[in-house]
Nanobody, 126 residues
Framework: QVQLAESGGGSVQNGTSLRLSCAAS????????LAWFRQAPGQEREGVAT????????TYADSVKGRFTVSHDSAKNTLFLEMNNLKPDDSAMYIC???????????????????WGQGAQVTVSS
């Protein structure tokens, strides 16, 4: 059973940066798509960024392009999300997810991710 644990959330000011981590444990041999989602109160969970582990290819939601960067340390089985120029609209619970084969973009259905973390809260104040 794959387990995911996020860390690095917090409360920050508008325009600052934050780095989230997602440590994975367990059998990762079937996992090829890693992702960050976010969910604000009363809103749908949305895909923010994805990373295809085989090639390192990444995709981003339009709302974060140019500000967020997803990366992966395969030796440590850790996924990162570097968030720059944060805005109040970025406030949400950020959740990492892992899944097997299939396309790996922010349009991939949530149901296609087999494993989810508990989330890390990010709050951006103006």
């Amino acid at each position: 059973q794959v387990q995911l644990a996020e860390s690095g959330g917090g409360s920050v000011q508008n325009g600052t940066s934050l780095r989230l981590s997602c440590a994975a444990s367990g059998p990762m041999y079937s996992i090829v798509c890693l992702a960050w989602f976010r969910q604000a109160p009363g809103q749908e969970r949305e895909g923010v960024a994805t990373l295809y582990t085989s090639s390192g290819a990444t995709t981003y939601a339009d709302s974060v392009k140019g500000r967020f960067t997803v990366s992966h340390d395969s030796a440590k089985n850790t996924l990162f999300l570097e968030m720059n120029n944060l805005k109040p609209d970025d406030s949400a619970m950020y959740i990492c997810a892992a899944g097997g084969g299939g396309y790996c973009t922010t349009q991939r259905p949530k149901s296609a991710f087999a494993y989810w973390g508990q989330g890390a809260q990010v709050t951006v104040s103006s």
